[in-house]
Every structure is written in C-alpha cells, then in structure tokens.
C-alpha cells in the first residue's frame, strides 16, 4: 500500500506549471527559479578535469576536503566565521541537505516553525520526517518580513526547529542581522534549533547578506551552488550542523546518499574559488531585472504592495482578476502566453498572488510584459475595498 506520508505530499505547482507550458508553443517562463546565465566556465574546466582524471568514485560522504576547506574558507570570508570543516557535510544540491536535518532533527509530532509565505516545499520536507508545521503570518505591507514576537507567540513546548530564508523564496524579503541574532536567541531560550536556508545569498540588493552562523554554532545552515552559481542540474550543495548533530548527519548521509557526485565536486572547488567576478555580474544583472518588473507591475494595474530585497522572486496580488489565483495563472498562460506559478502553493499568505520568477532575459521579461498588459487590457479590474 502507499504510505500516508507519500499520499500527503503535494506536487509542486511551479513544476506542474512548467509542464504545462511546455507543451503549449512560445510561452514565457517566469514560474521557475531558474537561473539562465551558464555556469561559470572555470566550473566546467574543473569538472570536465576531475572527469578526465579519473574522480569518479565515491568520496568521503561528508565531501572531499578539498570542497570542505573551500565551504569553510567562504564563510571565513564572507562572514568572517570560523566554521570547522569537520561541520561540513557535502549533499546533491541543499534539498537533501533540507531532508538531512529534519530527519536528524524530528521526532514524530516535533513542530517546526515556518514563515508563511514559505518555500513551497518546505512542509513536505517537514512531513517527510514525519513532523508538523505551524506558521508565522508575514504581510506585504511589512515588506514579508517577520517580527520577532509573532515567533515568539508560536514558539511551544513542542518546538524542535524554525525554519528561516532570506533571502527568501518567493517573496524576495531579507532579514536584518538584528531579526537573526533575536530569533537565534528566542531559540535558545525555548530549546529549539534554528535552520536557516541561505541558498539565495549573493543575490542580495537590498541590506546585506548575514549568516545565522555569525550569530550561533547550534544552527543547521543549508546552501547550494544552484542559484549563485547557475548550477542547478550540477545537484551540489552542502550543510553546516552544530558540532553535537554532525555525526549524526553523515551517518544518515553515509547510509542514504552516500556522497555527492565526485566530479561535481571540484566544479564546486573551483566556483567557491574563482566565482566572486560571476556573482556580481549576476547580481547587478538581476537587480536591474527586478527594478524594471517592480515599475512594470505598476503599469500592470496590479500591486505588490513591497519591494524585494534578493533573490529573484516577487508576489504580485492578484485579488483584483476575476477567479481566484489558479484562475489568474491559467488566463495569463493561455492568453499572454505567461506562465507564473499560482501563490496558494506558498501558503495561505499568498493565496491571493502569483509568484513571477524574473530568472529570465531582459527582452523576455519585456515580451512578457507587453503580452500581459495586452491580455489585461481585456479584463475588469475589481479593486477591493
Ligand atoms: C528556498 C529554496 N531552498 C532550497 C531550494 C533547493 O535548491 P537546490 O536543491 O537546487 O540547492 C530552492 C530551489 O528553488 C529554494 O528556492
């Protein structure tokens, strides 16, 4: 029989999206967070090296040291943090690296505490590992970022993690410095374990980029190389766990992943590297993308109500279409030719938006702009009160 817990995981509705559109002609694609720069070429050079010299059998599960001291020499650099590269554990991407630390983490029934709007698969990650989710309400007019006493006012007992990203999936909000350091404390004092997603730092415009490792050892930081680096189909990401948890981490890793593959490794050696160039260019690129959409959501006749700070994501509301938020992403992928993906997938706090990804060109987010003013000039705003 199927697993409950297999029934209970939803689908991705950013990958149901892009399904769609793909079998229909000339669609633009602002429903996946992808990034569509090529991957660094000293990336490729390295790996396509490591393959031609044979790395192509297992490595240590935790990673090759080489990456491990590459990882922990970024954060001293970066951050000035001094992270022992025994923390490290080398995962496919930091989707595993998610899966690792809630399954060293929950117990069944544990809660962990999400912010909603939320990376729509952070709650099947938590119920994977047989845990459940409570959530802290975010608002646009507070630009999606949290205040400290709502987590406060969910925290319990019950709690085993809290789960922050910034810059976040799919609102673009940044946490202050200030905001981690309070809530690592408010952890601390209600024995919860912070977990911070740090997949989107880099890509920062507003604020600055800060690491819950600055603030605490007692943290589990997931990060990648998919959306800095344009390496999303390399699967290479990595973990730092606090020093009590890391064994535990690399025997789950040691029994069910076995290691990350080897070659991708020194791709990853080489981005962490000689990457910094790239990065900024990537970040100037995407910081003029999203000031153009934020002044052509306006024109739209719709609103977002914030403006984001990373990442590559806005939530526009879309409470003025006709039909709910499946509606208004079904009407602009078969009448512009635009595919967004439908808010509801990313809680109940964006259940009236669509999330536009503006991983995409500058001549297709204006193409895509043009089809969607022209598909909205058919259409009856209904301003709410
Ligand atoms: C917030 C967030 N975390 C994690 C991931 C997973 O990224 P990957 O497994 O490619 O590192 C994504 C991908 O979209 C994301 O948006």
């Keep these: 029989m199927v697993s409950e817990r297999a029934t209970r995981t939803t689908p991705f509705a950013a990958m ?23 991957t660094p070429a000293a990336v490729t050079e390295a790996a396509v090296a490591a393959l031609r010299a044979g790395e192509t059998g297992y490595t240590s599960s935790r990673g090759k040291p ?35 630390a809630f399954s060293t983490l929950i117990d069944p029934g544990d809660e962990v505490v999400l912010t909603d709007p939320y990376y729509a698969c952070y709650p099947n990650f938590v119920r994977q590992t047989g845990g459940r989710i409570s959530t802290v309400p975010l608002s646009a007019d507070e630009g999606f970022r949290p205040r ?14 809290l789960l922050l ?19 690592v404390d408010l952890a601390g004092e209600n024995d919860a374990t912070v977990v911070a997603d740090e997949v989107y730092h880099g890509l920062t415009y507003e604020g600055e980029d800060r690491s819950v490792l600055e603030f605490t050892d007692d943290a589990f930081v997931l990060d990648g190389f998919s959306k800095r680096f344009a390496m999303t189909g390399w699967r290479l990401g990595w973990m730092v766990a606090p020093p009590d948890y890391v064994g535990h981490v690399n025997r789950i890793a040691q029994n069910t992943l ?10 990853g050696v080489a981005a962490l590297e000689s990457g910094a160039d790239f ?28 403006t984001p700070g990373g990442a590559y994501y806005l939530l526009i509301d879309v409470s003025d279409l006709p039909g ?11 009448e512009a030719g635009v595919a967004m993906t439908p808010g509801p ?27 969607i003013q022209r598909a909205l000039a058919s259409v009856e705003l209904s301003p709410a009160d």
């Design 345 to 371: 997938d990313f809680g109940t706090n964006a259940e009236e938006c669509l999330r536009v990804s503006y991983a995409n060109s500058a001549e297709r987010l204006a193409e895509a702009s043009e089809r």
């Design 258 to 267: 076995i290691c990350a593959p080897n070659f991708v490794q020194s791709g």
């Design 66 to 100: 080489e990456l491990r001291r590459a990882i922990a020499a970024y954060y001293d650099r970066r951050y000035g943090v001094d992270v022992d590269p025994e923390r490290i554990v080398v995962t496919s991407g930091s989707s595993p690296a998610l899966l690792l």
């Design 16 to 38: 149901d999206v892009l399904e769609r559109a793909n079998r229909m002609d000339d669609v633009v694609h602002l429903e996946v967070g992808e990034p569509d720069f090529d």
């Design 324 to 334: 709910d938020a499946f509606d208004a992403a079904d009407f602009f992928l078969e």
């Design 148 to 161: 400290v006493s709502e987590f406060d006012r969910v925290l319990s007992p019950e709690t085993e993690a």
């Design 279 to 306: 990065l900024d260019e990537v970040r100037d690129t995407y910081r003029e993308r999203r000031d153009y959409l934020v002044s052509e959501v306006e024109d739209w006749g719709l609103s977002m109500g914030y």
């Design 165 to 183: 990203n910034s810059p976040a999936n799919p609102t673009g909000a940044v946490l202050e410095g200030s905001t981690l350091e309070e809530l």
